[in-house]
């Protein structure tokens, strides 16, 4: 069975594809297919991949930004977890809050509360 990998799907490059699946799951997002070296990952209505590669310095696509049901509870378990983040804004763009941290290959990822429409920025 073939497993390849949408071409439409955003690809972020990981170094140890463990380490940041491990990640990415405490920020809600969900498995939703696999292969070798690779994750697909979905947040919301946002997918993307995880793929497994050396530390080559390219970093691939750009995290999309993210969403999840509670952001003060994920900003609880990120800070008991010692995961840094930037206190919560409140952008016109995200008026529900949105945090920002980085993943363990340091890409920036924004989390924005869900429930709240996101409004494009001016």
């Not at 073939?2 to 594809?17: F, G, K, T, W, Y």
């Not at 209505?45 to 970093?59: I, K, N, P, Y």
Request: a neutral charge; charged letters at 20%; hydrophobic letters at 40%.
């Amino acid at each position: 069975m073939d497993m390849s990998i949408s071409v439409s799907a955003r690809r972020i490059r990981a170094v140890q594809l463990m380490r940041s699946l491990r990640f990415y799951l405490a920020l809600d997002c969900e498995v939703r297919l696999s292969g070798a070296g690779w994750v697909q990952l979905r947040n919301a209505d946002t997918l993307f991949v995880l793929e497994e590669h050396g530390s080559d310095g390219r970093s691939g696509d750009g995290v999309p930004d993210l969403r999840t049901g509670n952001l003060l509870h994920l900003c609880g378990r990120l800070c008991a977890d010692g995961i840094d983040t930037s206190p919560v804004g409140y952008p016109a763009c995200a008026p529900g809050g949105r945090i920002t941290t980085r993943d363990p290959d340091s890409h920036a990822v924004s989390i924005s509360q869900a429930g709240v429409p996101l409004k494009a920025a001016p």
